[in-house]
């Protein structure tokens, strides 16, 4: 078990419980919305990784509050105010949140959660199926030196690159892909209908950008997040090459602090078995090698 899962922060102590005003909303890819947040107390701390809980004020169905996380945080005026979300409409929540206009205000908490932490490495490689990039391209961005997280923001090393591969269905469930590149980003698509980038898997896609023989050239570091069998594939194709492999866990989420154990994972730990850990406290980051993926 690794040093970060052992001791982790609990952030839930430390957050912010607010009323945020949407200041924009639009549908950016099939069934794919971003909005984004006022909401300074959160914008300026969260580092990549880390979410928010969001709920509907005044309404009791849905009642509970869902996950979300922080996709990336915008300035004005030299200060960090604004937090942007990306969601696909699925469920109760996300299918009445189209409907919110700007101006109109969500009960949010946050930053929660253990981001990504990766070590200094020459390459950064970031995997991400479905709509798993949301909780990466903070991480690319602030690795390739474009931005600090974090109040006081905190010192990252830099990476030489980064290199960015998304697996969907088809082509129509991309959105904004143009960040990933406008970031600097050495962005690859896959889709299993051929629709757009190669007809494959994500893990397919990685076998054609990430060879062995870069593999062995340089430092390289993998950041995944997803479905629970596309991160275990990746976690995978990760320990095959000797690659060191985080992954952001998606388990189901009630409360977001820790005390109703809804979201619990089962995690490696030192003696070689496994115990459940909360991903909104330990996680939702995890060493790869750590996550029991078949147990």
């Excluded at 952030?11 to 949407?22: E, F, G, K, P």
């Excluded at 390459?123 to 030196?145: K, M, Y």
């Amino acid at each position: 078990m690794t040093a970060a899962a052992a001791a982790p922060v609990c952030h839930a102590d430390h957050a912010s419980h607010l009323r945020a005003t949407i200041v924009a909303h639009a549908q950016v890819a099939e069934r794919t919305w971003r909005i984004r947040l006022d909401c300074p107390e959160i914008a300026e701390r969260a580092v990549p990784g880390q979410f928010a809980m969001l709920r509907i004020p005044d309404r009791a169905d849905p009642l509970l509050a869902r996950p979300l996380a922080v996709y990336d945080t915008a300035s004005v005026d030299g200060h960090r105010r604004h937090a942007d979300f990306i969601y696909l409409v699925h469920g109760k929540f996300t299918t009445a949140l189209p409907g919110l206009r700007v101006g109109d205000e969500l009960t949010v908490w946050g930053p929660l959660g253990n981001g990504f932490d990766p070590p200094a490495v020459d390459h950064l490689v970031l995997v991400a199926g479905g709509i798993g990039q949301t909780a990466l391209l903070s991480l690319g961005r602030e690795r390739l030196g474009q931005a600090a997280y974090g109040a006081p923001a905190r010192s990252a090393p830099r990476a030489r690159r980064v290199t960015f591969c998304w697996g969907a269905r088809h082509a129509g469930m991309f959105g904004e892909v143009h960040d990933f590149r406008a970031a600097g980003f050495d962005v690859h698509l896959a889709t299993l209908d051929g629709s757009a980038g190669i007809r494959g898997t994500v893990v397919d896609l990685l076998d054609t950008v990430v060879s062995r023989a870069t593999v062995g050239d340089e430092s390289v570091h993998v950041a995944c997040c997803g479905p629970g069998p596309m991160m275990a594939a990746v976690a995978k194709w990760s320990a095959a090459r000797e690659v060191g492999c985080h992954v952001s866990l998606e388990e189901p989420m009630a409360c977001g602090v820790g005390i109703c154990f809804t979201c619990v994972a089962r995690i490696r730990q030192a003696d070689g078995g496994w115990d459940y850990r909360r991903t909104c406290i330990e996680g939702p980051v995890f060493d790869a090698r750590d996550v029991a993926w078949d147990e």
